[in-house]
């Protein structure tokens, strides 16, 4: 059986982007693997978050991937910073972590191109810490999006170098997760291809039904097809994608059908589309209300969490300081 780790960043909330294109794929996936999802909570520490909103984000996310279908009875969904093992086996894979090749990496050139003020150490040594992530349970299942695949290349490389130069085979290749045929496209509806929190044009899984209508009402559309069948301008064809995602195959075929005959009236379809994504979207939020308030049932997930992920973690920990001569009196 695979083991799946993925890494949650802590900041932000999450759009209807990353429930389909991410979280409904962890939602299934969670019970054809052994998984394990975090939120990196040390990570997000390179950036200098105030200390007085760091664990409120935490806490947000946390409720929100669990109102999204996450069960802590079926994977270990933990906090990274209450398993400080990964402190310790982050500074063992940094003596093999070579600081020109850290130096490198797109990720950092990025943040110090940036934020020249802000060049810490903790960036510098962020794969390193990502690679303790993902080795720590010898995941061999890592899903990751396009700008964190140079990270997991570098996991793997720090694997094969600490086998290679200690003469074991102890880590596995961590390769990428990929959804293959489920990888789903939520596109922006200001006529943009994606809907993405830079992008600025995400709709919320805590976003109220109004907000939700409102966002959907004001959708890019254009004056509406003169001949049947005419081709579709790419903002009508985003209004068809996120139809096709959010409503049943019929009313998508209703639309289309009236598209083809000269005969839609997008503000018709956009209202069906705005009912549509609150049916998805407002039980999630009402979840993610219940547990917010839920102090109990929290604490008690992560607690959980952290016991199981600090046994895997202190497995490892005591077999890679064995194999570096580290031994105990
Ligand atoms: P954002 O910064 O917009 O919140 P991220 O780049 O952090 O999104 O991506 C988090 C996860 O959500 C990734 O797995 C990514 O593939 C997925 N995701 C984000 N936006 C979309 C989208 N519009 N369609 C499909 N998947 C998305
Ligand atoms: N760097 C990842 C991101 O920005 C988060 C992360 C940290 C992660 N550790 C990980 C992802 C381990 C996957 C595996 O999204």
Redesign the pocket.
């Known amino acids: 059986m695979e083991t799946v780790l993925s890494g949650i ?1 802590s900041t ?1 909330q999450l ?1 209807l ?2 429930y ?3 979280l409904k794929n962890f939602v299934k996936m969670q019970h054809d693997a052994r998984c394990y999802f975090f939120i990196a909570d040390y990570h997000s520490l390179t950036t200098h978050p105030d200390p007085s909103a760091l664990h409120g984000n935490v806490r947000n996310a946390l409720a929100e991937y669990l109102a999204a279908g996450l069960d802590p009875n079926v994977a270990t969904i933990y906090v990274q910073s209450d398993v400080p093992q990964v402190a310790e086996l982050s500074l063992l894979l940094s003596m093999h972590a070579y600081v020109g090749e850290l130096e490198r990496t797109v990720s950092f050139k990025d943040k110090i191109r940036k934020h020249p003020e802000n060049v810490n150490a903790g960036l510098l040594t962020y794969p390193v810490l990502m690679a303790a992530d993902i080795l720590m349970h010898r995941a061999t299942r890592v ?1 990751v ?1 396009k ?1 964190q695949e140079q990270h997991l290349e570098m996991t793997r490389k720090f694997a094969r170098r600490f086998n290679s130069i200690y003469g074991v085979d102890y880590f596995p290749e961590s390769l990428p997760y990929n959804f293959g045929n489920d990888l ?3 596109p922006g509806l200001d006529g943009s291809g ?5 992008e600025g044009n995400g709709i919320y899984l805590v976003d109220s039904d109004k907000e939700i209508s409102k966002k959907v009402m004001k959708a890019v559309s254009d004056g509406g097809p003169t001949e049947p069948h005419q081709v579709m301008a790419d903002p009508i064809q985003n209004l068809f994608s996120i139809m096709s995602i959010v409503s049943t195959p019929d009313t998508y075929s209703y639309f289309m059908d009236k598209y083809n005959s000269c005969e839609i009236r997008y503000g018709d379809m956009k209202k069906q589309i705005a009912a549509d994504m609150i049916s998805v979207i407002s039980p999630i939020r009402e979840r993610i209300v219940e547990i917010k308030s839920n102090d109990k049932y929290i604490n008690e997930v992560v607690a959980d969490g952290a016991s199981k992920a600090r046994e895997s973690a202190n497995a490892t920990i005591k077999d890679v300081r064995e194999i570096m001569g580290i031994k105990s009196f």
């Open positions: 960043r932000g759009h982007g990353n389909y294109g991410a899903p999006g700008d789903v496209k939520v994606k809907m993405g929190k830079s």
